[in-house]
T-cell receptor, first 113, second 114 residues
Framework: GENVEQHPSTLSVQEGDSAVIKCTYS??????FPWYKQELGKRPQLIID?????GEKKDQRIAVTLNKTAKHFSLHITETQPEDSAVYFC????????????FGTGTRLTIIP | NAGVMQNPRHLVRRRGQEARLRCSPM?????VYWYRQLPEEGLKFMVY????????ESGMPKERFSAEFPKEGPSILRIQQVVRGDSAAYFC????????????FGSGTRLTVV
């Protein structure tokens, strides 16, 4: 089955700087890669996603890149703000998202004011 | 447009009791997924259901755990004879059809076994 690895497990950046979180996956059939943000005690919320036919997607301060050859994808947050502090999870699935998502182990992002 | 509704939000059970977790998908959604999140860990897939049908239960423990999504009413995740290791947050997600992008998660049920 699919295996998703996520790095780093913790990340601290100064407010205004950029943050990058990286994930690798094992199943070359995976074709959908969402990213979730989870605040303490809350549900995971989808913040951005990318399909395998696209190499990059951007939504305001958030961008995701995908390298299918290397089987890795990354989340980029620019101009970080204190409200970006949360745990971020990457995930992968092989059937347009309607099958099980395999999640990474999460990255705890702390924005230092 | 209510989101995915889960109840109860918090559930405390003594070892050996049964826990029933309920999930009502978003209106118009016919596919439900259950995930478990242990403290300080990621989400682990448990089961994927359509109404009256289990599609994939590869993540469900073989014993004590069962799930259903009846024609009428919410999806139920049932844990019999709970043990301390079952303490976790259980999240439900739904999607509108077989081929769709992006889950919407409910707020979760935090189960504590004492």
């Amino acid at each position: 089955g699919e295996n998703v690895e996520q790095h780093p497990s913790t990340l601290s950046v100064q407010e205004g700087d950029s943050a990058v979180i990286k994930c690798t996956y094992s199943d070359s059939a995976s074709n959908y890669f969402p990213w979730y943000k989870q605040e303490l005690g809350k549900r995971p919320q989808l913040i951005i996603d990318i399909r395998s036919n696209v190499g990059e997607k951007k939504d305001q301060r958030i961008a995701v890149t995908l390298n299918k050859t290397a089987k890795h994808f990354s989340l980029h947050i620019t101009e970080t703000q204190p409200e970006d502090s949360a745990v971020y999870f990457c995930a992968a699935t092989s059937n347009f998202g309607n099958e099980k998502l395999t999640f990474g182990t999460g990255t705890r992002l702390t924005i230092i004011p | 447009n209510a989101g995915v509704m889960q109840n109860p939000r918090h559930l405390v059970r003594r070892r050996g009791q049964e826990a029933r977790l309920r999930c009502s998908p978003m209106k118009g959604h016919s596919h439900v997924y259950w995930y478990r999140q242990l403290p300080e860990e990621g989400l682990k897939f448990m089961v994927y259901l359509q109404k009256e049908n289990i599609i994939d239960e590869s993540g469900m423990p073989k014993e004590r755990f069962s799930a259903e999504f009846p024609k009428e009413g919410p999806s139920i995740l049932r844990i019999q004879q709970v043990v301390r290791g079952d303490s976790a947050a259980y999240f439900c997600a739904s999607s509108p059809r077989e081929r769709s992008y992006g889950y919407t998660f409910g707020s979760g049920t935090r189960l504590t076994v004492v």
